[in-house]
């Protein structure tokens, strides 16, 4: 199936090397244009999306600067292509289906799901690519990682717990049992990392609050978060912080992109992974931010369901060179939001992780729900907070200091809203629905 | 921290080995002794428990025979273990705890839950005997296999799901998701095979048939069941068969053993992988039908976690030798029940199995659940079903036929009964509470 099993050997080997964290930018931009000539001489042959949407079965660039030339690649036409395809996959599958030996799908958080094949090597590079956020989250072969999640298809959790097992460190599945039954678990199996979500990580917090258990007694040193930005959202990473008593890392992915980024205890922000990724930052239309940019990436080294120049909806801060421990490209406020979640309210650009970092600050505020609604033509927001009217009228003040707006927060009942152990739905836009 | 590294190698390899099937009784035995006579030079030095046990820190046997001269080894002694240790681990773990990867948890459905450690080596064990079920349910690289469970501590799924990985073919996780979202998962992902347990293959099919989806046509061409006696009692097989257009294929393991038996399409019955496990059969106290035993079984290949000797509580009746494509030790009824689960009615041994096999033969019942009790001294069985009175009374007549037993069928409203998508718990004992 590869043409280029010689040059490329194993991908896990190449891809978690963590040289690539000093490079300078030439060296890494040398790295990036090798491999991405590399993909494109090995995918174009047999990857009808790109050869396509390249016009031609083989090119090598000069310089990474050519890539500016490439067409961008939106998820829309990802799903177009799965579609209108007999097999409901997407075109942009270099190898016959066969070839390939895991299949997970997208959320369908933004559009229908989509259905995305890994290949053999294809997993060494996730795993490979996944090995920097556990390196830069001080994970060894000595931890035992428990992974408070159900696995089903989507791709993360598998992945984490892949490059766990490639680590040597022990994994603890932690799917299919009450958030109860999980705290009893993580209790009895001398876990040291737990991995969810940021808003997981919080219920699991209220949870042990509320049964008498001492969570910050458990020994946990690392909470790995993603799927949500609360990881690089100051107030959602202290609050979490202080109930379990360990660090909190922030990571960033996607099923049809990859583990593209990693955050660091003792420091919010991601890292883009830039010996897997290309990432270029765009404009965003609409914003009145020009601070504010779309994240594009391009993969290198997941030959079989390569992404190029793929406009990932995630709006971020970008800050090169970084001053930190890694000089890879850093978004100090991780991902602000995303780009379809975008409320300009009275010319200000809100996200729900502002208004997350807002809401946080208030520990009396246990869970809570956003309302976007259009009035008179002008967007507009309303927030439902489990507290009573003290505190509801202490977040809108801070809402009014913070952001420079006036937004209603009502009381909910406590316990009224709805709890994840997925991705939290707190943004509800009503004038999409 | 393997003694033997050169000698044994990738266990994969070894224990994935098809040429076992037709060894003849002597060269099998050779094969065992061999491999038996290696572990117990492996393990011994590490692992206290079976030092302990076996009061010595250098066995080698001369033939097989020896071995009945080894004390048996129960759940209860592994329970004790771990409850008596400090870390909360059975010590009958060969090695450092920071030498495994993954730890994985029994159902405590026979007492309290057991946490067990594999290391590299012993997963490349479980996934190389977990080929002989996949080989004899004629999975090849080109299936797409979609495993209808949701993830967690248990060791079965994630078995499957590394064993196809293996193999090469496409594995497709559907943890995390309704029955519905399932059934329109396995639609889209074009699967051609399913792994769940027999009660979970017959929920979906109830499932299908009230939203109109025709499970026929999906082209499932295997349904791997475990968890469950289902797979080896006719009529629950044919039910499954019949709802899906797919053949069954039963299979047979346990997190602290191993994934020890499988079956085959067309044929009812377990094969115990004895390539990766020496089986042993010992009369069952209690019992008035000679015929029926319970399996003993010593791994070997699970360096890490061995069990020698150990009694699974499976109630079994064997037929040996197989005249069956396979020379290992053919169970021709599967597991027939748990020995904890036997009940003896007026003379009669009873298992949820045998009561299963004639429930089932009744295709209107959609659900039914058994009361076991005492009246004056006296071990009695009701059976409530979903079904009117008139089905019920022809299950009563079919139990009094089969059975040569009385026993009440009373009527429950059509879904009143509770549906598992993990082992059904239709049998409740209320001697034992």
């Known amino acids: 199936m590869s043409l280029l099993p010689a040059q490329t050997g194993n991908h896990f080997q190449a891809f978690s090397s963590f040289d690539g964290w000093s490079y300078d930018r030439p060296r890494l931009h040398e790295w990036q244009l090798k491999w991405l ?3 494109l001489q090995e995918i174009l042959p047999g990857n009808a999306f790109y050869r396509e949407k390249l016009g031609t079965d083989s090119l090598q660039l000069d310089s990474l600067a050519d890539l500016s030339a490439v067409p961008i690649t939106t998820k829309v036409e990802l799903v177009e292509s799965a579609e209108a395809s007999p097999d409901g996959l997407s075109r942009h599958h270099t190898y016959p289906a066969t070839d390939y030996s895991r299949m997970h799908r997208t959320s369908g958080t933004t559009g229908r799901p989509l259905m995305l094949l890994d290949s053999a090597q294809d997993w060494s590079w996730w795993s490979g690519t996944w090995q920097h956020v556990l390196r830069a989250a001080e994970v060894t072969a000595a931890d035992r990682v ?3 999640f159900s ?12 490059a766990c097992v490639d680590l040597g460190a022990t994994v603890i599945p932690g799917g299919g049992l009450t958030s109860l039954a999980r705290l009893e678990f993580l209790k009895s199996s001398s876990a040291s990392v737990v991995c969810c979500t940021p808003s997981y990580a919080l219920h699991l917090a209220e949870v042990a609050a509320s049964e008498g258990i001492s969570l910050t007694e458990l020994g946990i040193r690392r909470i790995i978060v993603a799927g949500e930005a609360g990881g690089s959202v100051p107030a959602v990473r202290q609050r979490i912080e202080a109930a379990w008593g360990a660090k909190v890392v922030d990571h960033s992915g996607a099923t049809e ?4 980024g990693f955050g660091w205890p003792d420091r ?5 992974t830039e010996t897997s990724f290309i990432a270029e930052l765009l404009p965003i239309e609409g914003s009145e931010d020009d601070t504010l940019k779309q994240l594009v990436l391009t993969s290198i080294g997941r030959f079989g369901a390569p992404v190029i120049r793929y406009a990932t909806g995630d709006a ?3 800050n090169l060179p970084s001053d930190g421990p890694c000089q890879f490209l850093w978004l100090p406020d991780g991902v602000v939001g995303r780009v379809d979640n975008m409320v300009t309210i009275r010319g200000v650009n809100v996200f729900p992780s502002s208004i997350d970092a807002i809401v946080r600050q208030v520990p009396e505020v246990d869970e809570y729900r956003v309302r976007v609604f259009r009035r008179e033509h002008l967007d507009e927001l309303e927030i439902y907070a489990e507290a009573d009217d003290l505190i509801c009228g202490k977040v809108q003040k801070l809402l009014a200091v913070q952001l420079g707006l006036r937004i209603n927060v009502a009381h909910s009942p406590a316990g009224s809203l709805p709890r994840s152990e997925g991705k939290a739905r707190r943004w509800h836009d009503e004038r999409k629905s």
Chains 1, 2 share one sequence.
């Open 151 to 162: 696995f089903g298809p989507f791709v993360g959790f598998w992945s984490a717990h892949q």
């Open 37 to 39: 000539n590399l993909q």
């Open 146 to 148: 428990f992974l408070a």
């Open 268 to 272: 919010i922000g991601l890292h883009v």
């Open 257 to 260: 992109i990859g583990p593209w």
């Open 316 to 318: 971020v801060r970008a």
